[in-house]
């Protein structure tokens, strides 16, 4: 596993320091790798990076101060290394957290960082009590490893206690979401393959054609994944589309469709009949759409790569439009480990974007049609507020307040609305409003 805490060292210094995405990192390096050590490798990138406030806290508190914050970010990512693994790796014992960080230390450095890693690591061993400032939010910022910034929004939402039960519930593994191919086979007989595999599936209560499972990512490379009898897709985005309700042979356009979940869900629940436009602007995300569609043998999509508000004609020509917009990503800080250290976005840019996709998406829907505007936040200003904003200036839209696709325990003032430490599921948003024709 030497080799696998060296790749993650390098990974997770990249993150640290140019902001890459972990999930492209990642990808790249797993390819070779047996499921014990690709598991190994996604435990201990994702989670130094989502501790590593936490991390830096722990570790300025072993030695002097002034000489911690003169130390590199270099040997920094590998204290933190270190210490994640003594602290939140129950397989790893700590004389191996400590040997296998301090011998990589001396390859990648030499001997007087490895001496002082060595230090700092077994002087947190001999007194591992850590103590936290007593106020809010800089307690649970140091502590659960968010921005202040973050956690003060939250406790003006939810209080507290949500607050603290919400950090938790990110910092933990994610399960993998599954969602069955509705064409190419059935709940039952989904259940009973992986039955036979050894795997348990975990039903859920927000869609019924997903599942939760722990066996990680090695699924992805199961005979059933490649010949598109599943994709990954979280319950709370499936729910989406549930709500969306495409029918057998609609025209419906997906404004901001990569990586391509929902609109590939939408093409199995039409039977392959009608025509999915899917519209993103960039070219990975388009690649990944169409190796989805050979996967899952979807015939029933066009994909256009364009920026989704320069799409046109805007003729009002679909049943049903989908814009799953660009936010904050508030909702899935579990999956996206650095995506919390990007809350200083710029978000009056971001609220702005929000506002043209929706005036721009209503555009294309028909008289009668529907429009559904999704997000992978819980923050009020990218979600409510927008809706609000819209229906006042668009009087021939309305709200549908009580989908029946959609389960009624997940709706809250008409609203579709999740909460990930409630609901064991990704945080999102989502409204449904109908077109009203010409009287």
């Known amino acids: 596993m030497d080799l696998i805490r060296r790749e993650a060292y390098n990974i997770i210094h990249k993150v640290l320091k140019d902001h890459h995405h972990s999930d492209r990192l990642l990808e790249q390096k797993a390819k070779k790798l047996t499921d014990q050590e690709r598991n190994f490798l996604f435990h201990l990138v994702k989670g130094t990076i989502k501790m590593h406030l936490n991390l830096d806290y722990i570790a300025s508190t072993l030695t002097d101060k002034e000489k911690y914050q003169h130390t590199s970010l270099k040997i920094k990512s590998l204290l933190y290394l270190g210490l994640f693994q003594i602290l939140y790796c129950g397989s790893v014992p700590d004389h191996s957290a400590v040997d296998e960080t301090v011998e990589l230390a001396k390859n990648l450095?030499?001997?007087?960082?490895?001496?002082?890693?060595?230090?700092?690591?077994?002087?947190?061993?001999?007194?591992?009590?850590?103590?936290?400032?007593?106020?809010?939010?800089?307690?649970?910022?140091?502590?659960?490893?968010?921005?202040?910034?973050?956690?003060?929004?939250?406790?003006?939402?939810?209080?507290?206690?949500?607050?603290?039960?919400?950090?938790?519930?990110?910092?933990?593994?994610?399960?993998?979401?599954?969602?069955?191919?509705?064409?190419?086979?059935?709940?039952?007989?989904?259940?009973?393959?992986?039955?036979?595999?050894?795997?348990?599936?975990?039903?859920?209560?927000?869609?019924?054609?997903?599942?939760?499972?722990?066996?990680?990512?090695?699924?992805?490379?199961?005979?059933?994944?490649?010949?598109?009898?599943?994709?990954?897709?979280?319950?709370?985005?499936?729910?989406?589309?549930?709500?969306?309700?495409?029918?057998?042979?609609?025209?419906?356009?997906?404004?901001?469709?990569?990586?391509?979940?929902k609109c590939t869900y939408i093409s199995e629940l039409m039977n392959n009949t009608g025509e999915v436009v899917a519209v993103d602007k960039f070219p990975q995300k388009s690649k990944k759409i169409k190796k989805s569609i050979q996967r899952l043998q979807v015939n029933n999509m066009i994909i256009i790569t364009e920026d989704a508000l320069k799409f046109g004609p805007r003729a009002q020509a679909y049943d049903r439009v989908i814009l799953d917009v660009p936010c904050s990503g508030w909702g899935v800080l579990q999956k996206k480990a650095e995506l919390r250290w990007q809350f200083n976005q710029d978000m009056k840019s971001l609220l702005k974007l929000q506002e043209n996709a929706l005036d721009i998406g209503a555009q294309f829907v028909r008289e009668g049609g529907y429009l559904i505007y999704s997000t992978c936040t819980m923050n009020r200003e990218e979600n409510e507020e927008q809706i609000d904003r819209f229906l006042s200036k668009n009087k021939n839209y309305e709200l549908i307040k009580n989908p029946q696709t959609v389960p009624a325990k997940f709706m809250d003032k008409g609203f579709l609305k999740t909460l990930p430490h409630r609901d064991k599921i990704d945080g999102v948003f989502a409204a449904k409003m109908h077109k009203r024709g010409k009287n």
């Not at 591992?128 to 659960?144: G, T």
């Not at 399960?175 to 709940?187: H, P, S, W």
């Not at 039955?195 to 975990?202: A, M």
Request: proline residues 6%; charged residues 25%; negative net charge.
């Open 109 to 261: 450095f030499d001997s007087r960082v490895a001496d002082f890693i060595n230090a700092l690591l077994r002087s947190f061993l001999r007194n591992p009590e850590i103590e936290y400032p007593a106020e809010l939010p800089q307690r649970f910022s140091l502590k659960y490893s968010f921005p202040p910034e973050m956690i003060n929004k939250w406790l003006e939402y939810w209080g507290e206690k949500d607050t603290e039960e919400l950090c938790i519930y990110f910092n933990r593994t994610p399960k993998l979401a599954l969602r069955i191919n509705v064409m190419a086979t059935n709940r039952e007989r989904f259940m009973k393959y992986f039955t036979r595999k050894g795997w348990n599936l975990e039903e859920t209560e927000a869609s019924v054609n997903t599942f939760l499972t722990e066996y990680g990512q090695g699924i992805l490379h199961d005979v059933s994944f490649e010949e598109g009898y599943f994709s990954i897709q979280d319950p709370s985005s499936a729910m989406i589309v549930e709500m969306l309700d495409p029918q057998e042979e609609e025209n419906i356009l997906d404004l901001f469709a990569g990586p391509g979940g």
